[in-house]
């Protein structure tokens, strides 16, 4: 079997980025998240991915190295989206301005790695008024230490690559100077307004339709898995989903798994007001006093987003509200708007699993993204033979104290992705 090209993720999440590189035919060998849940979740999904649960400001590219099995290898593209703390508006440094220091440790660590490419995620608004100017000085730091970046950056939204929600993205691919520089993948499917000749994105109703109805099992008001048959018929989309067939794993690594248990979908138990509310809300509307977004079924979702973190107040950021039942979708519902397969677990609870799915890249983004940067390698993609186990079932349900006990870390969550 020929040899798989190398990445390393930073601001790594859960994974959503790792597994659309791995399905493209990349091993992911190491992840850094300084989130201890989410890097927990990252090695119960990639249980032969080197997790390290740090800051990336307390990293060297030589700590990376040597943490991992990397050693001198060449690595062939890191990956990551660096929070964002706030763009400097005043001055010409907005670079050097402390509250943009993730941003400055991914260009370090890029630079002490010395990969072949790099592809860097973030907000749309780094592009808007005067954070363009931030964004510039950010692309100047890689054109002057060895690096070209593809011009002009681009806004990615997810609705174009098979993913059944808007979702734009600011993305800037790398490489060294003097290797072929990668297009930014061209779009495969398309929004119903847009008249471009492609096929129409898989809608909310292709996403979830087949999937039982959580409501209907009385345990998922205390877990989020149980096992049933009710499966409905699935749509192409959703077929993939399930990994009904070998090609819906694409060049990543099978995983040992149930297909018959539903994971991640934990019940709300609304109010019978609230129920009330969310079924006189027209699809596709806000319901005016949650100000939650109710999913239409011929149509995709809103920005599924995060909310905060422990050390912002531990907000929740709303779930969409179900097109057909009164009320919030489930993890798994959101795991499937999100371009995520169901083998891939999130952690038990609602407001951890929203808030990983919420600050993931889509997969199949990912995915489309890789995918251009294996067609400058010149590298001839393989299907791996090896099964992966799931890791142990504990990481998924870990507090953040327990989590940071399992990594031997101390809790120190001083940021937010957007």
């Known amino acids: 079997m020929g040899k798989r090209p190398i990445v390393v993720d930073l601001f790594a999440g859960v994974g959503g980025f790792s597994l659309g590189f791995e399905q493209a035919g990349f091993d992911v060998k190491v992840a850094i998240e300084i989130d201890p849940v989410h890097a927990a979740i990252h090695k119960f ?12 400001t307390e990293l060297s590219g030589k700590d990376i190295r040597e943490q991992s099995d990397i050693g001198q290898q060449n690595i062939d593209c890191v990956i990551g989206g660096a929070p964002c703390q706030g763009y400097s508006l005043m001055g010409k440094r907005a670079f050097d301005d402390p509250r943009n220091y993730l941003v400055r440790d991914f260009w370090r660590v890029v630079l002490e790695l010395e990969p072949s490419y ?26 002057n230490n060895g690096y070209v970046i593809r011009q002009p950056w681009q806004v990615l939204n997810a609705a174009n690559y098979e993913v059944p929600q808007k979702r734009e993205r600011l993305f800037l691919l790398g490489a060294k100077k003097g290797l072929t520089l990668p297009n930014y993948p061209a779009p495969i499917t398309r929004l119903a307004n847009d008249n471009r000749d492609l096929p129409l994105v898989p809608t909310c109703k292709d996403a979830l339709d087949d999937l039982p109805e959580a409501e209907e099992f009385e345990c998922l008001l205390y877990c989020d898995r149980v096992a049933t048959e009710n499966w409905g018929n699935p749509s192409q989309y959703s077929a993939e989903m399930r990994c009904l067939n070998d090609n819906s794993w694409y060049f990543a690594y099978k995983r040992h798994w149930n297909p018959q248990i539903l994971t991640s979908s934990r019940r709300t138990n609304h109010t019978q007001v609230s129920r009330q509310r969310f079924q006189a809300t027209t699809p596709g509307k806000i319901e005016p006093v949650s100000r939650f977004f109710k999913l239409a079924e011929d149509s995709v979702a809103n920005t599924l987003r995060a909310g905060t973190n422990a050390a912002r107040g531990a907000h929740t950021a709303p779930r969409p509200i179900h097109y057909h039942s009164p009320r919030c979708i489930t993890v798994r519902e959101m795991a499937r708007i999100g371009g995520f397969s169901d083998w891939f677990q999130f952690h038990v609870t609602k407001w951890h699993g929203a808030r990983q799915i919420g600050n993931a890249v889509p997969p199949p983004v990912a995915r489309a993204i890789a995918l251009e940067i294996r067609n400058c390698l010149g590298v001839k993609p393989t299907i791996p033979q090896k099964i992966l186990n799931l890791g142990d079932s504990k990481l998924l349900s870990m507090t953040m104290k327990q989590a940071a006990n399992y990594w031997q870390v101390a809790v120190q969550i001083k940021r937010n992705r957007c």
């Open 118 to 143: 790099f592809v860097f995620e973030n907000v749309k608004g780094l592009t808007q008024g005067k954070h363009q100017y931030f964004l510039e000085e950010f692309i100047n730091k890689f054109e």
């Open 45 to 56: 999904n990639f249980p032969d991915c080197v997790v390290l649960p740090y800051s990336i």
